[in-house]
């Protein structure tokens, strides 16, 4: 690519962080070693006081792992990305990093389970003050600001209801509370979402979803909008440890060079998909930020440009007419996850919520007959056709 110039995601996709090593290669290679020679004792002070540039230790950087931060970075329009083992490992890296006793942090209420639990668990017992808030309703996360609020933390569309938050107006909120947002930009992916341009400071990735695309690889990425978060940032995870591995960069990197395409075809499959449900008599509502029948469409239409892979649809028959559409698909999966080239079905009631109480799961809108749907890339009427089917049994 050329220096400077402003190409489009299409084109990013496939080029950016792309390689130019000595050999000239064209794909990345991978660098699976966990350490780098040092020319004599001069080089290696130097690598070591920062005033050479050059690799000494595969947790602290690697150049295929250096490759893939740089590819998601550019997609975000960010400052720089850290790569890590993990979503979650991302996630806690900017916990850890951000949050100390007696800060205070606001949280989406409609947010990955294990982010919830992270952070009522581990950071609670470390003396964060925490508050869960209904943030697709911007006055909730207003109200919830405490002198002491160090981040306001949201994800959207979120999980697996597909709540939208206004990104524009939780930036302007935090800041005003001299507070970072930072944003779980997982369902979305950079293509359809770039939420520092919204005014967010720092975007993660659980990669393990859209970025790699291809249900083989867990991993999460840190996007900075600036070099002092990127540098802080960078210490913590040197630290903590929850570093990806070369082999594991290069496929998550490979697998971006289709991101666009398969976006495109995730968003046009889930709205054909969605539509279809929205008249089925076996299905009562369809969660799909998409349809003008979503609470929060026109929020999304203003900050999406387009709706992404995931539905959340309630089926007729409460949890066993949910079981009977997971035990007669044939085409769509039976698995937890998302936003791999395959569709995948789940059921929350009877499988990732199952552990919560009915109460405590309607209290979290996730009722009995609600299915959650990952869109592939497969064919759209072949996938209705086996959804049609499966609900017909109910
Ligand atoms: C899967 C997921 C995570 C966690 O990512 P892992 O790679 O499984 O650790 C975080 N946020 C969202 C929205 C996710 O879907």
Redesign the pocket.
Request: aromatic share 10%; charged share 15%; no cysteine.
């Given at each position: 690519m050329e220096k400077g110039k402003q190409y489009t995601d299409d084109t990013k996709s496939v080029h950016a962080g792309m390689s130019d090593d000595e050999h000239l290669s064209v794909s990345t290679p991978i660098y699976q070693t966990s350490t780098f020679k040092f020319k004599n004792a001069d080089h290696g002070a130097r690598l070591f006081q920062g005033r050479e540039d050059g690799y000494i230790y595969t947790r602290m950087g690697n150049p295929t792992i250096q490759a893939l931060e740089q590819a998601v970075a550019e997609l975000e329009n960010g400052y720089k990305g850290l790569a890590c083992a993990?979503?979650?490992?991302a996630?806690q890296t900017i916990f850890a990093t951000y949050l100390q006793a007696g800060d205070h942090i606001i949280c989406s209420e409609a947010v990955?389970g294990?982010?919830h639990t992270l952070l009522a668990t581990v950071f609670e017992k470390f003396g964060v003050e925490i508050s869960f808030v209904n943030s697709e309703n911007t006055r909730e996360i207003e109200q919830a600001v405490r002198p002491n609020t160090k981040i306001v933390y949201i994800?959207t569309p979120g999980?697996p209801t597909l709540a939208v938050t206004d990104l524009q107006a939780a930036a302007g909120i935090a800041h005003q509370a001299n507070a970072r947002l930072v944003v779980?930009n997982?369902?979305s992916s950079p293509i359809l979402q770039k939420p520092l341009n919204l005014g967010a400071d720092i975007v993660l990735h659980?990669?393990?979803?859209f970025l790699n695309g291809h249900a083989d690889v867990?991993?999460?990425m840190i996007v900075a909008k600036t070099s002092e978060d990127y540098k802080t940032m960078r210490k913590i995870l040197n630290l903590l440890g929850g570093v990806l591995g070369p082999m594991n960069s290069f496929l998550v990197h490979r697998g971006i060079k289709t991101l666009k395409m398969r976006m495109d075809r995730h968003c046009q499959n889930a709205n054909k998909i969605a539509e279809f449900l929205e008249q089925h008599n076996k299905v009562e509502r369809v969660l799909y930020p998409g349809l003008p029948s979503h609470p929060q469409h026109k929020v999304a239409q203003k900050q999406m440009s387009g709706f992404g892979g995931m539905i959340s649809f309630e089926v007729t028959g409460g949890v066993e007419g949910g079981k009977t559409v997971m035990n007669n698909v044939q085409l769509c999966q039976l698995a937890v996850?998302?936003g791999g080239v395959e569709t995948l079905i789940q059921h929350p009631a009877s499988m990732t919520h199952a552990i919560l109480s009915r109460e405590e799961r309607l209290e979290a809108n996730i009722t009995d007959g609600l299915v959650r749907l990952s869109v592939g890339v497969e064919d759209a009427q072949e996938l209705i056709d086996d959804l049609d089917q499966a609900l017909s049994k109910i």
């Open positions: 993990s979503g979650m490992a996630i990955y294990p982010t994800e999980n779980d997982t369902f659980s990669m393990t979803k867990v991993g999460g996850s998302l």
